[in-house]
């Protein structure tokens, strides 16, 4: 109250207050710059609150900012799920099921051409991105494996889908 009275009588200025939105206001409206500043700053204000926003994001939640390529596949097991999304340098395996891996076991993706079977690395609970190079006609699977991996070359439990990769 001492305070309104002070820039009443005496026109000193009034305390800032009001935490962060309050300082988001005051960036927004300060009348010490011209009606094009006071534009600029609050655009700059909100550009960086957006870009704060978008890091938070990635921070928490682990979104990617880049999803390779067009969806290729979709392999479908019971209690198991996955799109697989692409291009012919690069695979990103999605979960869909929330399903967890079986007690003592892992799923295994793998990549077949010719006969020849090469393992992509083990399956994610979210998501799983492998750099291969990929090509019409080749082969994606999923297999059940002892926990940590196929102990041989291919896979050694049983392999729960197949899904070919059409034209890239």
Request: proline share 8%.
């Amino acid at each position: 109250m001492l305070d309104r009275a002070e820039h009443r009588l005496f026109g000193a200025p009034l305390p800032q207050r009001g935490g962060v939105l309050g300082w988001l206001r005051r960036a927004v409206t300060d009348r010490r710059t011209t009606a094009g500043g006071v534009r600029r700053r609050g655009v700059a204000v909100l550009l960086g609150l957006a870009v704060a926003t978008a890091v938070a994001l990635v921070a928490i939640w682990g979104v990617p900012l880049h999803r390779p390529g067009t969806h290729l596949a979709e392999l479908s097991a019971p209690d198991l799920q996955i799109a697989v999304r692409g291009d012919s340098q690069r695979l990103v395996f999605r979960r869909l099921s929330d399903a967890p891996d079986p007690e003592g076991r892992s799923y295994q993706l793998w990549l077949i051409r010719d006969g020849q079977v090469a393992s992509l690395g083990l399956l994610a609970p979210r998501t799983t991105e492998v750099r291969a190079e990929v090509r019409a006609g080749d082969v994606l699977a999923v297999s059940l494996e002892p926990a940590g991996g196929s102990p041989v070359a291919g896979p050694s439990g049983p392999v729960l889908a197949t899904a070919q990769v059409p034209s890239l």
